[in-house]
């Protein structure tokens, strides 16, 4: 097996994991749904915030179940003449992992920041309703998903890097 299909193996794995993931967010949605229609002036808002929700874990799912392979071609490192370098040793494996763990805390966290972004936009909107609640309370939580966006986009597009700077941390402890 090459190393760009172990990768694109991996990438399906967590598209499987996001559809199930998926399925619970689903029968969560499902639950609230009574909930959500009760309260007047925010259902629709709410719609909103969940369909969102839904809608990119969805998209995430359909990205990594049915496009591993050419995902895992455009997440590679690549040479001079924008070929793939990958000849299956074990630095590549590792360069696979970071990638695969980059895109995992990179897929993971926007549907997170997106239904966080809906929130706040909803309580400017609807401050009227909510009184004087402190911004702060709902723009916290919006730091934890960007600092994961932020560490899944460099694991992803410098894993070739991560590996490097490993390799010579090791390299001063052997000498």
Not at 98 to 111: C, D, E, L, N, T
Not at 119 to 128: F, G
Not at 141 to 167: D, R
Request: aromatic share 10%; glycine share 6%.
């Amino acid at each position: 097996m090459k190393s760009i299909e172990i990768l694109a193996v991996g990438l399906r794995l967590l598209g499987i994991y996001s559809a199930i993931k998926l399925l619970e967010l689903i029968l969560q949605t499902a639950a609230l749904w009574q909930e959500i229609t009760k309260s007047e002036g925010m259902a629709t808002s709410l719609h909103i915030v969940y369909g969102i929700d839904i809608g990119l874990t969805f998209l995430i799912c359909f990205l990594l179940i049915n496009f591993p392979v050419t995902l895992a071609k455009k997440l590679l490192p690549k040479k001079n003449e924008n070929e793939a370098i990958f000849n299956g040793s074990a630095a590549d494996l590792q360069v696979s992992a970071f990638i695969i763990m980059g895109v995992f805390m990179f897929f993971s966290a926007v549907p997170v920041l997106a239904r966080d972004m809906v929130n706040i936009v909803q309580l400017i909107m609807h401050s009227d309703q909510y009184g004087a609640v402190s911004i702060s309370k709902y723009v916290m939580p919006v730091i934890g998903p960007c600092i994961e966006i932020c560490i899944g986009l460099y694991l992803t597009f410098k894993a070739n890097a991560l590996y490097l700077l490993i390799q010579s941390i090791r390299g001063f402890g052997a000498k």
